[in-house]
């Protein structure tokens, strides 16, 4: 049975950081791809991050480069959100997704409907 657990959201003021992290199982982990999406209340989904199997390539949406940094633990089956500065528009329910491969693609990594696992999410306020 797969599962992907979400933890680390929270209440933070703004500059804040938290760190997020996704527990992996029921699937070969470092055979699939990981991301990050974020929902806002009223608003669409939208991609955060996303990293591939080996480490080698991250992709970042561009509302979050150099505040968020996303990684992988392939021997524990995490993957991880760090998120500095964080600002009141970074309030959401954040969500980890995965799906097998990688394609070297900033379009395709980012859509949603391009991956087959989704967590429940876990929500990050961030207060003025």
């Known amino acids: 049975q797969v599962q992907l657990v979400e933890s680390g959201g929270g209440l933070v003021q703004a500059g804040g950081s938290l760190r997020l992290s996704c527990a992996a199982s029921?699937?070969?982990?470092?055979?699939?791809?990981m991301g990050w999406f974020r929902q806002a209340p009223g608003k669409e989904r939208e991609f955060v991050a996303a990293?591939?199997?080996?480490?080698?390539?991250?992709y970042s949406a561009d509302s979050v480069k150099g505040r968020f940094t996303i990684s992988r633990d392939n021997a524990n089956n995490a993957v991880y959100l760090q998120m500095n500065s964080l600002k009141p528009e970074d309030t959401a329910v954040y969500y980890c997704?995965?799906?097998?491969?990688?394609?070297?693609?900033?379009?395709?990594?980012?859509?949603?409907?391009?991956?087959?696992?989704w967590g429940q999410g876990t929500q990050v306020t961030v207060s003025s």
């Open positions: 029921g699937f070969s982990f470092s055979d699939y791809r």
């Open positions: 997704a995965a799906n097998y491969g990688w394609v070297d693609n900033y379009a395709w990594v980012a859509t949603g409907d391009k991956y087959e696992y």
């Open positions: 990293i591939s199997m080996s480490r080698s390539k991250t």
